[in-house]
């Protein structure tokens, strides 16, 4: 497996979120990280981006956990970043966005990251 530059849109520091546990699968892997969270600034020391479009450089993946007001929000800075992929973690539907992948060609998942790592799918 390849080691890729994934965006975490909703990276949080507690334990119990979904986007913590991801962000440790994730660096377990051997991928980087990267963190997007407006209410954090550092998470066990890595820095915490205030706004994805503050992201520079490639992105291979962004993930998402954040929900679908939020997401909807924030679709032309998600279209600026051109990531290879979009994964949709469960509860981060956002029809509208999906559409709009599709229209820049952009690929997208609705799955969730923990277990496409841990099954080999990632």
Not at 72 to 88: E, N, Q, S
Not at 93 to 100: E, G
Request: hydrophobic share 40%.
């Amino acid at each position: 497996m390849s080691h890729q530059r994934v965006v975490i849109l909703g990276a949080s520091h507690n334990p119990e979120r979904y986007s913590y546990k991801a962000m440790k699968v994730l660096q377990e892997h051997g991928h980087e990280t990267v963190l997007v969270n407006r209410g954090v600034t550092e998470i066990e020391g890595q820095p915490v981006l205030a706004d994805i479009g503050d992201v520079t450089g490639p992105v291979d993946t962004l993930t998402l956990y954040v929900k679908e007001e939020v997401s909807g929000l924030l679709t032309d800075k998600i279209l600026a970043l051109k990531p290879g992929r979009v994964i949709f973690n469960p509860s981060t539907k956002n029809i509208r966005l999906m559409m709009a992948l599709d229209e820049a060609d952009i690929p997208w998942i609705d799955g969730c990251t923990i277990v496409m790592l841990k099954s080999g799918q990632f």
